[in-house]
């Protein structure tokens, strides 16, 4: 198998680097043979070339690996290789969310594989593992930690007491974290993962401006240790249920009790949980991002590229989002609340806290649009178990 | 695919209903076409045979699904089955921790496939995990909650204050315990099932009698209550490491910080991690037993049948029992402990716990062995983080 790597930042070296140096057998019979970069950087590697057409009619190569990240131009390339009967593999969550019904239709087209499984949850096998189980059972619900820059920042916050903008700044630092930090923490990152995951499990693809997103933007430490009190952990999750009228989904910080597996998920650690009906709940934790374990997802889509499992996805599916589960939200803000369907109104260190009575998500919307707080902090009470 | 099940127990009849009336296009082309079972059985289903030979000799058969359980005749039927040229799927830890060796060269000459995901974690994909991490990365470690009876004792004595007969009386009445549960709380399955994943992840046949294995039985309520003074929680967890020497396993009693996530897998629920050189810790969590889960395990190895993935172990690892880490034991007991590697002796609540100085596997051992109380409590204080 030889492969051809676009983009050779922080994941394209990795995958240079497990494939050139690794000693497992099943590694034996790959190859890197040409990196695509920037011009400047022609001199780093022999194999480096700056024209996407020396790739393209390079026909020993047989797989592309995108890592170039964004739309454009990794559109262009991505249906580039596959009209030229190449496979790709690719780590690209915005490009696999916006454009995946094209990109699996052209795969069946041109007879290639598409494969994504580094796109959601870094080196997690969840993507492969979702395919895998609904190869047996119905999924009927997933949901995550699926960013690790957000829960790194919560973890910080929850266990060193520290407030979010120190903790956004030190995450910049590290590298953790993008100067313009807003798809980690307003939650498009995990929009788009919820949709691949969706597509995955329920054969459908479902739109992100439908169902709720809540940004992490607005915590701070008094929301931190106003849950700690309900002996609650502050974790960011992205859900989605498919229900007897269609599905639900939603993007928000979740309240979770603290004995709950996913409370205890620290530090910049994702964690995935799938329901099928024979199955019941399966999750998968590991390194959400970062170098070699996102260059290592993207190498055993390169093995799995001869396996029967992978991009089993129709689109069959047609569904609406219409919530139908009741869920208790909490809201902190300064602005006057309706208190229809408040429950409680609590003052804590200065702040006002308000818990819902349990509605479903769309009144949970409207109630939010009310206040018309930007400041506002939005929390789900979650309940799960198991 | 045509199967035949050996025994239709719970297990059994479990694969036997999602094979027959599951909608998943996978299964449309797998087929139940024989059972053994008891003569007395032979009216429950017409596909029911009590003579293996009807399947043997059966060549319309795929495969064989062994769900008896046991050593024998599960070896022979097993045995018998690969030489009849007939892939072979089974649940059974204990005939697969005993002859794996011979199983697997049985299935290379015969070239057939011998998968066991189902013995190991139940319903959780942890030998297909261990298979496809170890195509890219060597393994170093591997540790889990292996063992769902034990882990639901523990879960109830941790969070409803109840004592260890009280518990186990209720899991026998609710078919979580068998009649003898020395297998669950002695330790013997976890030892079957780390000698199954260490085969897995390194190559390597370790055998049960070279590491420690210290029961769950002797904990009382008032030990249960002393790890959670220091903020801890006990788990019944089986590892096995990996190191310069050879490797080191052991089965035991861990107290474990209660933020980690193994501190918060409750119930039933198994969870097993894999540590691998560029994917770092991979955690898979789920039902360990139970009809459905187990079932599924067993139908995911039928659809794997035509993967390259599973059974790629050659054995060519020869590691030999040599502990190396230093770690901290607790060790609770009436008789007198001899003081020299002790680092703090405590009384709470009427009974003495000796905490000790670092110390290799092999000297804890020698220092219970002098102490002589076949009541006495032994727990590692761990320190697993993410």
Redesign the interface.
């Known amino acids: 198998m030889k492969i051809a790597i676009l983009g050779f930042g922080t994941i394209g070296t ?1 995958v240079y680097e ?1 494939i050139s140096t ?3 057998k ?2 034996a019979d790959v190859e890197v043979v040409k990196v695509l970069d920037l011009p400047q950087n022609k001199d780093k590697l022999d194999i480096i070339t700056d024209n996407y057409d020396d790739i393209l009619q390079d026909k020993s190569i047989d797989c592309v690996v995108e890592t170039m990240g964004g739309l454009h131009p990794a559109y262009e390339f991505i249906t580039a290789a596959m009209k030229a009967k190449k496979h790709v593999v690719t780590a690209n969550k915005a490009v696999v969310a916006k454009y995946m019904e094209e990109f699996i239709a052209l795969a069946l087209e041109n007879k290639v594989r598409f494969l994504f499984e580094a796109s959601t949850g870094g ?3 969840w993507i ?2 979702l395919e ?1 189980a ?5 999924i009927s619900e997933l949901y995550g930690i699926f960013n690790g820059t957000s829960n790194y920042i919560l973890d910080a916050m929850t ?1 060193q007491g520290k407030d979010f903008d120190e903790v956004l700044k030190k995450a910049q630092e590290l590298g953790y974290a993008e100067a313009d930090p807003s798809a980690d923490i307003d939650g498009y990152d995990v929009q788009n993962k919820v949709v691949i995951s969706s597509a995955v499990a329920y054969n459908t693809k479902i739109n992100m401006e439908d169902f709720p997103c809540y940004s992490l933007r607005t915590i701070n430490s008094i929301d931190i240790n106003y849950f700690k009190k309900l002996n609650r952990t502050i974790k960011y999750i992205g859900e989605a249920v498919v229900n007897h009228t269609g599905y639900e989904a939603y993007v928000m910080p979740n309240a979770l009790a603290n ?3 996913e ?5 910049n ?1 994702n ?1 995935a949980t799938l329901y ?12 959400g991002a970062g170098k ?2 996102t ?2 997802a993207i ?2 889509d390169i ?1 799995d590229i ?4 992978g991009s089993l996805i129709d689109f069959s599916n047609k569904l609406a989002y219409q919530p139908t589960q009741e869920n208790v939200y909490v809201i902190r803000s300064t602005n006057t609340v309706d208190m229809t369907n408040i429950e409680t109104k609590e003052e804590f260190e200065g702040q006002t806290y308000y818990t819902t009575k349990p509605m479903v998500a769309s009144t949970l919307v409207e109630l939010v649009k009310s206040i018309d707080d930007s400041q506002a902090f939005v929390a789900k009470l979650a309940a799960f178990k ?1």
């Open positions: 990795g497990i690794y000693k497992a099943s590694l080196g997690i096998p492969a593992s895998k609904k190869r047996v059972d119905d266990n004995d709950t597996v409370a205890n998920v620290n530090s650690f964690i099928g009906q024979s199955i019941g709940p399966l999750k998968f934790y590991g390194q070699l374990p260059a290592n190498v055993q093995l001869q396996s029967p499992i198991g």
